[in-house]
């Protein structure tokens, strides 16, 4: 189960990485705030935000596995 996630998140990053170049920015608090009320009432848009986002910390955690 670990590893359909690992793989799963390492493909995304992959993919993300190629369209762009580069990580997207990470969100101001405000922001962060903003999406974060959103998706808890259950907004998926607002909470594929909030992950694409933090893909950046995502990357930094997996590197230290």
Do not use: C
């Not at 101001?28 to 910390?57: C, F, M, S, V």
């Amino acid at each position: 189960m670990l590893t359909a996630v690992w793989l799963m998140l390492s493909n995304m990053l992959y993919s993300l990485q190629l369209q762009s170049g580069s990580f997207p920015k990470p969100l101001t608090a405000k922001e962060e705030r903003y999406y974060l009320e959103k998706a808890a009432q259950g907004d998926l848009e607002a909470r594929n935000i909030l992950i694409e986002r933090n893909l950046r910390l995502v990357a930094h955690i997996m590197k230290k596995v």
